[in-house]
């Protein structure tokens, strides 16, 4: 089993357990270096999509599972990465007990455009049910965001 460093909706237990029944959560840290970020909207129907892109300045919030191959097999085939809409990764994440490995997904698209309010808001609540900090949380949701209607 290999860590897998979750930035976006997969944060949310109740989700993460539902999709990857096999795989238990085993902490939070951060993505020192890396700002989320959205691009992705062309692949998307409901506009862009989360992603990771470095950026010395900032840092990601990000919860860790223990990911088992099966598991692992259904998040490949639900976050379209068998699809080559995402390519994992290998990151350091800053724990409190140091620095550990894992692997994450980013967008193969470029950044830009807007995602919409309900994904925005889904993604913002995940941070909260993980666990992030009030103010990282509050940062996702003062984030700009499209209306729906493509």
């Known amino acids: 089993m ?10 949310d237990p109740g989700l993460m357990a539902e999709r990857c029944p096999h795989s238990p ?5 951060w993505l020192e ?5 959205f691009g ?4 998307s129907w409901e506009g862009a999509l989360a992603t990771v892109v470095e950026d010395g300045a900032e840092r990601v ?9 099966a598991d692992e097999r259904v998040l490949d085939q639900w976050d379209g990465a068998n699809l080559g809409y995402f390519t994992k990764i290998r990151v350091r994440v800053e724990t409190l007990e140091g ?12 950044e830009g ?7 925005l808001g889904i993604v913002a609540d995940a941070a909260e049910k993980a666990g992030a900090p009030a103010d990282y949380v509050r940062g ?8 729906v209607g493509r």
Do not use: C, K
């Open 2 to 11: 290999e860590l897998y460093a979750a930035y976006a909706t997969n944060m």
């Open 113 to 119: 455009g807007l995602p919409s309010a309900r994904y």
């Open 40 to 43: 992705g909207a062309d692949i």
């Open 61 to 69: 919030f990000v919860v860790l599972y223990e990911l088992s191959g």
């Open 140 to 147: 996702l949701r003062s984030r700009p965001s499209a209306s």
């Open 25 to 29: 959560l085993r902490g939070d840290g």
């Open 99 to 110: 620095s550990v490995p894992a692997w994450l997904y980013v967008l193969n698209d470029y």
């Open 33 to 37: 270096g890396w700002r989320l970020t």
